[in-house]
């Protein structure tokens, strides 16, 4: 039995004997002539990424600066990020009886290391190496960042579920209870750069094929060695103050309980840090460049103001006698600022290098209680009249972040926020766009009114000393016109 339905083949036939205007229509030769069976097709470059590394153009060295340029090789921008493999100050070492000397890391990791200098990289390495990142076009100014601020500013924000990654990526090790020289051999470290139109996901990229005249590059400043590495806490003795790992004698067991007994490396024969700028990049189709090119591009963009005060012995006097030590700091901020995200730090904590402590509490894993603030209750006052009220840390740290962010950073960072914030429900992933924020340009002396709890005394210094490092993330406009890119509001 047949499926085909029944014909004759009339209507086939009378199509292969008609001549007239539909057959010159589909056959002529010329630039209006049409072919359902034409096998010429248009030309068309797909749309593919690309992911390159570029060497700096002077050596990086630990407190000093270097540059490195943007290539352009593909078309679109859509990530930038550093990738660091920092050095070891251990020699290659044996992970057998007998074998040959390989990459500490291998050891370090397999075995524990002794001895009286048991120092390691500070946590979060991958941030706090970098005293500023700036971003310029040409010889202007665009962006710029502390390790500070960058790393308060990505472990408020995305998942839980990547916050693992990024802060392993940072150089936090993987049980944040192992001893500190498990990290004096970390792992390639990779920090992300959120340039415009690329800082959430959902962004479009950066457009360098709009800019064939402009360049773009980053000036980075290191900060020195020495201020970079700790000693495992002593509660309490001064020796971890100034921590030294060079030159000094360490050992560890091998299988069968032998012992391998070696120095470290000088601090002269300690190598410089290795550091690329890693990036992907797009290839578009030559049509879609074109419309690209001839069309004008705002691209809304985050920019961190960063605010660092001082809080001496004589704003804590007043504890001394029963009183209350109330100080103001006026914030210094342009434009629609959405956030202000603010830290403490103890002076005890970084004159032992503890830069990723923001609790009040000398130690490298201290007891996060409500002892451990900084202060009572703290405000914002904008043309003397209050913005927010007067509320203990309890809000700005952990209530803010379980209502605004998605996670909570559990590291001490406070938020007044006034955006919605990283809500459950919006769709990820997802560009992000200006919503609620104060007008920094206009505001009236906007006042922070803090109450102040005691802190310890600096062992250098003999006194008491705190750091408040306030960081406003605000609005800018880049666009993109005519073949040049701006920054729409310069001041």
Known sequence: MSFLPHSNGSGALFELVARGNKDKFLSRNDAEAQNAFNNAYKSSAPFMKERRTVVPLNDPQFGSTFEVEIERYGDILLECALLI??????????????????????????????????????????????????????????????????????????????????????????????PIIKNATPSQLRVSIPLPGLQAPGDGGFPLCCMPSQTFRLKIKLRPLEDLIQLEYLNGDDRDINPNPFDKPYSYFLTNDVLYEFRSYSRSQMAAPTILLE??????????????????????????????????????????FG???????????????????????????????????????????????????????MKLVIAGQDRESYFPPFVWQDIEALVKDERDNGLGIGEMRWNYGELFERDRPGPRQPDGG??????????????????????????????????????????????????????
């Not at 990036?279 to 189709?285: E, F, S, T, W």
């Not at 104060?438 to 709890?453: G, V, Y």
């Not at 250098?460 to 666009?479: C, D, G, I, K, S």
């Not at 016109?481 to 701006?486: D, I, L, M, V």
């Open 85 to 178: 493999q920092l050095p070891y100050w251990f020699p290659p070492l044996p992970i057998t009886v007998g074998g040959q000397p390989m990459n500490p890391a291998l050891a370090n990791n397999q075995f524990q290391i002794f001895g009286n200098n048991s120092c390691g990289y500070i946590r979060y390495i991958g941030y706090l190496m970098f005293e500023s990142i700036q971003f310029y076009q040409d010889q202007i100014l665009i962006q710029e960042w502390s390790g500070e601020s960058l790393m308060c500013t990505q472990i408020t924000e995305g998942s839980y579920n990547t916050s693992f990654l990024d802060q392993r990526n940072a150089g936090l090790p993987l049980n944040a209870i192992e």
């Open 279 to 320: 990036m992907q990049q797009a290839y578009v189709p030559d049509d879609t460049m074109k419309a690209l090119q001839e069309s004008q591009i705002t691209i809304p963009y985050r920019r961190v103001f960063e605010n660092i005060f001082t809080i001496g012995e004589q704003d804590y006097k007043p504890l001394d």
């Open 323 to 377: 009183g209350a030590a109330t100080i103001t700091r006026l914030l210094d901020a342009r434009h629609h600022v959405e956030r202000v995200m603010f830290i403490y730090r103890l002076g005890a904590g970084l004159e032992r290098n503890l830069r990723y402590q923001f609790f009040n509490k000398i130690g490298d894993r201290p007891d996060y209680t409500e002892n451990a603030t900084f202060y009572n209750n």
């Open 438 to 491: 104060i007008n920094f340009s206009t505001a009236d002396r906007p006042t922070l009114h803090i109450q102040l709890r005691n802190v310890p005394i600096m062992a250098r210094l003999q006194q008491r000393f705190t750091e408040l490092r306030a960081f406003m993330e605000a609005w800018n406009v880049y666009e993109i016109k005519e073949g040049r890119g701006r920054q729409l509001f310069a001041s």
